[in-house]
């Protein structure tokens, strides 16, 4: 079961070569953060371009770091969606034209389901070396209770980027080596409006701070007071309330999550107190800096900003972790896991973990490369669908708003 991935959805054009979705034998990831920084967002048709230019050299590099050649190949595998229509067709096109050269099947995957895989593989990957080290090591009456957390109950994913934040019900399939049945799915949360890696990008641009806009902020959040600004997100009210007790989590109902409001609410805050001045000769002194780094920022930042950000990442923080932590109690969920850009945050780590530990509930997160757009992701995601030969038809094309599992 050896997988190419090719991932090309948003701004990292990526290749990576993973067999039986648990070992990672090599993962390049070709990212244009410098390219899109001037403008302090992704521009499409740049991306499209640098997909371009990047694909086959990338794709190349990952089959020689995985001493692979083409011909080795199981499968390609590559995202069909979510993501920028023009961007996605660059890394489709390139892996139809290579499954048909090759004679070789395609697989699509969902952008989404890749991010779960993030965490997936690299659990995987733990459980194989804890298989092997039991066989060598122990008697069978030592070996662990691993059969795993996957009997116990569905994982409850948080899935927290820069275009997503959504629950998803996850049910897995058999562990790596064993035949698999496609996951199941259920999306039980989303964002109304804003993603929250959105979030931390819009607030590091209006505060003059780089691109993307997560690393900055965790980098400097603990430089400041968390609880001098107050912000308070929307409770938005499920409709549906359990009929004999109407205080019960209703495990029916959606999270909703917003993080449009938190945005407008940092900006008021710098108007109101004049913060206009800095935030200009600070975006001005980062301007001239060749690649500036949040090391950069710091020396630039009063202590009024710094607590401003250390206010509006634990604000977000905490809304996640409560809103992720109700679901997972409304669900029954046997653990939680957490990946996408935002899971690379290291205030959210450190407090899903504690809140985890307090409820003696497993989680897990991907480690910090995993956790960004990746194709390793995407080649796990393919495995299962490569064992229940699920293959893409020749027609295949880029959905950009493809859901991941019913609502
Ligand atoms: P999609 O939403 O389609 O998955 P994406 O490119 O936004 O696409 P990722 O590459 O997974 O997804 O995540 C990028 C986002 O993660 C950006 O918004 C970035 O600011 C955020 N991010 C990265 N590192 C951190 C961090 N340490 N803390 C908070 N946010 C972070
Ligand atoms: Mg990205
Ligand atoms: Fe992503």
């Known amino acids: 079961g050896l997988i190419l991935g090719i991932e090309s959805s948003c701004d990292e054009t990526a290749a990576a070569v993973v067999l039986c979705g648990s070992e990672t034998l090599s993962n390049v990831v070709a990212s244009q953060i410098a390219i899109h920084s001037p403008y302090g967002g992704v521009v499409p048709e740049l991306a499209s371009r640098e997909h371009l230019r990047n694909i086959l050299p990338v794709v190349r590099a990952a089959l020689r770091e995985a001493g692979a050649t083409y011909n080795d190949l199981d499968a390609i595998a590559v995202t069909e969606g979510p993501g920028l229509a023009g961007a996605l067709l660059v890394g489709i096109t390139f892996a139809k034209s290579l499954a048909f050269a090759l004679n070789k099947p395609l697989i699509a995957v969902n952008h989404l389901e890749g991010h779960i895989h993030a965490v997936l593989l690299e659990q995987k990957m733990l459980e194989e070396q804890e298989k092997r080290k039991d066989n060598e090591l122990s008697s069978p009456a030592d070996r662990s209770s691993s059969a795993g957390w996957e009997a116990e109950g569905p994982a409850l994913c948080l899935v927290v980027s ?20 496609p996951a199941a799915s259920k999306n039980v949360g989303r964002t109304v409006d804003d993603a929250a890696g959105e979030a931390f990008d819009k607030v590091a641009k209006l505060l003059g701070l780089g691109y993307p806009g997560g690393p900055w902020i965790d980098a400097l959040a603990p ?29 029916s109902r959606m999270t909703y999550f917003s993080f449009s409001g938190i945005k407008t609410a940092v900006l008021r805050h710098t108007q109101v107190h004049e913060m206009a001045a800095g935030i200009e000769a600070r975006r001005a002194a980062l301007a001239v800096i060749s690649d500036p780094k949040p090391s950069d920022a710091l020396p630039l930042c009063d202590q009024s900003t710094l607590d401003l950000v250390a206010s509006f990442q634990r604000a977000v923080v905490d809304d996640l972790r409560r809103k992720t932590f109700r679901a997972a109690e409304a669900f029954g969920a046997a653990t939680v896991l957490v990946s996408g850009g935002v899971a690379a945050n290291r205030e959210l780590r450190v407090r899903f973990t504690a809140e985890a530990a307090e409820r003696g509930l497993p989680i897990a997160f991907p480690s910090l490369t995993l956790s960004t757009d990746n194709a390793a992701m995407i080649a796990a995601a393919a495995w299962p669908k490569l064992v229940a030969r699920d293959f893409a038809p020749e027609t295949l094309t880029a959905v950009p708003s493809l859901a991941l599992g019913r609502g």
């Open 162 to 181: 820069g275009g997503h934040t959504h629950l998803y019900l996850y049910r897995q399939f058999e562990g790596a080596g064993g035949p698999s049945t």
């Open 223 to 251: 430089h400041g007071n968390p609880h001098a600004v107050p912000f308070s997100f929307a409770q938005i009210k499920a409709k549906v309330h359990r009929k004999n007790d109407p205080n019960a989590l209703d495990p």
